[in-house]
């Protein structure tokens, strides 16, 4: 089944050539579950693992994006990480200083700092937004009445509410 034309070498993408091995089918379930921003991201951090003069096959491709995504539980900040990550290691190939990545300690650092700013900014707001709140205890038939009252408002009729015995 012919989906579309790659955008740079303009060759037929076929979707039976995508999940032709366990691993590719397996990559692109894993890409179906992400959302916008956390999939481009992780495309992005995987070609920084591709060899300059090859293709990055499926199954290190799989293997990259699991052990990925089981750094953190925390989808958003790991997104947020990536794009970080990507960045700078794009500036730094850029300036001629970047190499290929061959594990994941740069992005565990990057990942380690947005988390902690994540739970900073929570402290923060936690302290700045406690409201306390004055609860009025009510017994049922109080409960009963205001919502019998409350029906009546709306122009509702409401026969009497027997008790819970």
Known sequence: MKL????????????????????????????ARMNYKLGG??????????????DLSNTKALTLVQETLALTSNLPALADALE???????????????????????????????????????????HSTVEIKNQVITNDDQERQKWQ????RYGLKVNKVPKDD
């Open 84 to 126: 970080q990550a990507v960045a700078s290691l794009q500036q730094s190939r850029i300036n001629g200083t970047g190499k290929q990545l061959t594990n994941h300690n740069y992005l565990k650092k990057v990942l380690t700092a947005r988390l902690g700013q994540i739970a900073e900014q929570q402290q923060r707001d936690g």
């Open 4 to 31: 579309a034309r790659c955008p740079v070498c303009h060759s037929n993408i076929h979707l039976d050539q995508l999940v032709a091995d366990e691993a590719g089918r397996q990559l692109l379930g894993q890409f």
């Open 41 to 54: 991201n992780m495309v992005a951090y995987l070609a920084m693992f591709r060899p300059a003069k090859q």
């Open 149 to 152: 009252q409350q029906m009546e």
